[in-house]
């Protein structure tokens, strides 16, 4: 199968420029003026933009958390990215406290395999570190190809490891050229906070956001840049909200650190006000929604390169899975759905309102996620011999964000009414058509497994 995609505007995270794409097989072979070939399909991409597949290395599909499970699972949560325009995801296996990673590995390959329409990988969650563990990283670096260890500095009892067994793990990642990455959020201070608001019958959304203050996101990250120094490893602190946190990763650059930041596109866009709401649990995440001095703060962070990648962390669940906290905001299954409306809203908000750069868009969207974790140039660009995942994106096209026509398994959205300028239209992933006139073509099972290396993104 041959592709030929005639005349759009190409833009990477370097260059921005009018030309033909050409395409065999499951990757790019030629670009340039007035390509000479002859392909079995023609997309005519004038007046269009050519990106690169968004890359999402934060979402959560078919994951068990707080007595449920998040409601996409692979095969839907992947179309309904591919319809974004995100070609690859990084889904997070959970090993089980007392368990394997190597069964936590196999439980998530039943979940993914033969059902995943995207690409895909994993980042190991590390919630039992031990000597066993150590050998368990070691062999997912080298043999798997997973190169990132996420941890959790918060869900005391079911996920948090502590910071003696978090500097551990650091070594030992560090000796095998992987990446440590992290939830930081101070658990001790929420659960306390938690407690208090519950002790004082003050059980509404809106104190979910007030047990979970900046102080608890900003300590932790500073904490977590500091063991990171200590260990001389690198690091990355996922779904950043908030001024504090960023400052302490502004700190942690003057002693030329390694700590990659991942902000999300609810908090670029999204504010605390919300808890207020009647409906506020649709919005229940940790770390919450912040306030709009955060929302600038993030934007500048973008721009100054102290952010390097914007995900989702697409968590989502239905309104029923929603109403489990309906009268104790504590039993709220914590996330949202959002994997669908990235690229669309990071180019509505950051690039259409003048707040980023094309280039910078595809640099957060998709590039420094391809390098941080270890998969550039194969993916995250548009070169000759890089895989086809390519979004054909019209700029001009104006759409309102609703829950009746997006392709996540939740009944509600998070923006919902929301007016977005600019609409995925066209999606190539590894030289197929995947998304056309607003229809998935691939099937269950096209998705790959992508084997990552080492991270290659200097900072
Ligand atoms: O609220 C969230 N973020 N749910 C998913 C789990 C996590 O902490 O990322
Ligand atoms: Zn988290
Ligand atoms: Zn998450």
Redesign the pocket.
Known sequence: MSILIKNGRVVTAESDYIADIYVEGESIVAIGKDLPYKADKTINARNKLVFPGGIDP?V?LD?P?MGTS?SDDYENGTRAALFGGTTMVID?ILQTQGDTLKNALKTWQAKSEGKAIGDYSYHMAVTDFNKKTAKEVIHMIEKEGITSFKT?M??KGA?MIDDGQMVQLMKVVRDHGGLVTV?ATNGDMIDSLIAKHRAEGKLSPLYHYLSQPEVTEAEASARFADMLDYASCPGYI??MTCEGALNAVRNATTRNQKVFVETCTQYLTLDASLYKRKDGAKW????PLREKKDQVALWSGINHGLVQVVGT?H?PFTWKQKQMGKKDFSKI????PAIEHRMELLFSEGVGKGRISLNKFVEVSSTNAAKIFGMYPRKGTIAIGADADLVIFNPRTRHVLSHKTHHMNADYSSYEGFKVKGKTETVLLRGQVAIDKNKCHLEAGYGQFVKRGKTSLTI
């Open positions: 934060h959560h994951m958390f998040s997070f959790f918060a869900y996920l939830h996922v779904h229940v995440m940790s770390p962390d968590c299954p914590n996330g949202h």
